[in-house]
């Protein structure tokens, strides 16, 4: 079983839901259009249009000109000036959308282990992890993204750095590093030690 936050359009994740019909994936995406182009299209990939987050309730969503970088921490106004795609921030419109624990969503369900939890929530990654508390124990391998640049996306975003020392401290290690976004990003994977 996997669960992917921030899915947009499934594209880390349905390719292998459709590939794997007994392969379940819960895959969180708060901005309802993008959630709708793929809702219901594989029994398998249960789309839920809310975002993972520290608390249970609501939070506002900044809707970016490029849908993908919407988040719900504003971005940081001098870090952007610095990215080579500074126009995807720009906040075109905002919603109230519903927020969840992850720790929450798994006992909700009866989850007693993940295989695989893939974060892509817009300088939120490690906010996210964080929300699984004691239940991270029971997930076997995160993927999260991470600003590898020396300017931050979004304000309040943590560098790679914190977020390998919390993983680590947590009992994972960095098993791969994918550099993204003109090496402004990573896609982090770390695997229970």
Do not use: C
């Amino acid at each position: 079983m996997w669960i992917d936050v921030g899915a947009h359009e499934g594209e880390s994740t349905f390719p292998y839901a459709a590939a794997d019909p007994s392969l379940l994936v819960y895959a969180f995406e708060p901005n309802l259009r993008a959630a709708a182009r793929v809702m219901g299209k594989l029994r398998n990939y249960v789309v839920l249009p809310i975002a993972v987050a520290e608390r249970d309730g609501s939070a506002e969503l900044n809707l970016n000109a490029y849908e993908q970088s919407s988040s719900l921490l504003p971005a940081d106004a001098d870090g952007v000036k610095s990215w080579v795609t500074e126009a995807h921030f720009e906040v075109i419109g905002s919603v109230l959308v519903p927020t969840m624990r992850l720790d929450t969503f798994m006992t909700a369900l009866g989850l007693e282990n993940v295989d695989f939890l893939k974060v892509d929530a817009q300088g939120l990654d490690l906010e996210v992890v964080r929300s699984a508390g004691d239940r991270l124990n029971d997930i076997a391998r995160v993927q999260l993204e991470a600003t590898t640049a020396p300017y931050r996306q979004y304000e309040g975003a943590p560098g790679k750095s914190v977020i390998v020392d919390f993983m680590e401290s947590k009992g994972f290690r960095l098993g791969r590093e994918e550099s993204q976004s003109h090496g402004q990003e990573a896609n982090l994977t770390f695997l229970r030690s």
